[in-house]
């Protein structure tokens, strides 16, 4: 399962895709293909490594004569099919509604030139190559300022990249320039099956795609993570919610029910909501491939109607069970280690309890003895 991550944090643009390909390993051959059985006129690709804010980066050039440089929609669609085919419908939905006009009615200029159709195919072709199963899209940097078009000046991001980029995270930065084109987002945004940071996997190729410009205090580049699928299990998240109507009584059988559900921990803390409201923090500590049950038990036992995760970095110490004996009943003794040294020992709290119980005994004493049994350990 191939897995792919764009770093667009530096915007995107379809030289950028084509470059980041060929960088992460994508034979020319398979873009230039591609892009000749599309293009009416001959297009070449040529590469060139570059750099960019002091960063190696793999430039394709998008080389050819175009003799109709503005196209309209109705004259591009026979040409394209399948992905790449939906890249241009959603150009042409995006230039339909900033210009309010219809897709058919639409006339690209820039976009419609053959470098971008070519931008298109190529880029489509890369990704089917690679063939991954899940295509991420960081938050896109969409630059700020204005930009010289066959439109006249637009605002940065121009009307085509705000429409297309539409539900999808996306900030101005890194500079005062448009670092996303409508290509790069019409691209992201249909070959994306997720948006946010790299996802867990195991990263095999790293291809730097360089854009054009080379400006001060940024490197103007796109970057393409290639590898395999890898899976969160493992990874500790804490779950969370405030919750200021449920009867108290309730709680008990919650904590009771999210430690069934198979979380690791989970408690309460009492806090003071809006409006002045006593409330209490149900939080829950669970292996990612835990989550979806215990955040079941979370919706059905509580009146939350959200919760918010964040992942942890957990250090757990080394565990040992051990056990004493307190006049003949045993208790269990959980020991723990850092760096080879037993640092903690403690006697399980139900052990305790039963023993006490069995014997006569009251709690307090017995756990004292099994706790000084326990500190020999140390
Ligand atoms: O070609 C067209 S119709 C076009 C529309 C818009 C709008 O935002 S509307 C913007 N542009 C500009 O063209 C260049 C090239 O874009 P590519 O996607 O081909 O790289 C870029 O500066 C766009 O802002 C063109
Ligand atoms: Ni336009």
Not at 75 to 96: M, N, S
Not at 146 to 173: D, I, K, M, N, W
Not at 307 to 324: C, F, I, Y
């Amino acid at each position: 399962m191939t897995a792919i991550w764009v770093d667009a944090s530096a915007g995107a643009s379809g030289d950028m895709l084509l470059g980041a390909l060929v960088g992460a390993g994508v034979p020319l051959p398979v873009l230039q293909d591609a892009i000749d059985a599309v293009t009416p006129e001959p297009v070449t690709l040529r590469v060139e490594e570059v750099r960019r804010g002091g960063l190696a980066a793999t430039r394709v050039h998008v080389e050819g004569t175009d003799s109709a440089h503005h196209r309209a929609w109705r004259d591009i669609r026979p040409l394209l099919a399948g992905t790449a085919l939906r890249v241009f419908e959603r150009l042409a939905d995006a230039e339909a509604a900033v210009h309010g006009t219809t897709p058919d009615e639409v006339h690209f200029h820039e976009v419609g030139a053959l470098d971008a159709i070519a931008d298109v195919v190529g880029v489509c072709a890369g990704f089917a190559h690679l063939g991954a199963t899940t295509v991420t899209v960081s938050p896109v940097a969409v630059g700020s300022g204005t930009v010289q078009t066959a439109h006249g000046t637009l605002p940065v991001p121009p009307p085509a990249v705000a429409e297309l980029l539409r539900g999808v995270p996306s900030y101005a930065g890194p500079a005062a320039m448009e670092t996303c084109t409508p290509t790069g987002a019409a691209l992201l945004t249909t070959l994306a099956t997720a948006y946010g940071p790299q996802p867990a996997m195991a990263v095999a190729s790293i291809g730097v795609g360089a854009g054009g410009r080379d400006p001060e205090g940024h490197a103007n580049a796109l970057r393409l993570f290639v590898g395999g699928e890898t899976t969160s299990a493992g990874v500790p998240l804490l779950l969370e919610c405030n919750v200021d109507d449920l009867d108290p009584r309730v709680w008990p059988a919650v904590i009771a029910a999210l430690l069934d559900a198979g979380a690791s921990d989970a408690w309460l803390t009492p806090i003071l909501m809006k409006k002045g409201r006593p409330a209490h923090t149900l939080s829950a500590l669970v292996d990612a491939d835990r989550a979806p049950a215990v955040r079941a038990a979370i919706f059905r036992q509580t009146s939350t109607i959200g919760l918010r995760e964040q992942p942890l970095t957990k250090h757990a110490l080394d565990r040992e069970m051990v056990e004493v004996q307190v006049d003949g009943r045993a208790v269990a003794v959980k020991l723990a280690h850092h760096d080879g040294v037993v640092v903690n020992a403690q006697p399980e709290y139900d052990d305790v309890a039963r023993a006490a119980a069995d014997l006569g005994r009251p709690v307090a004493d017995v756990l004292a003895e099994a706790t000084a049994l326990a500190r020999k350990f140390l």
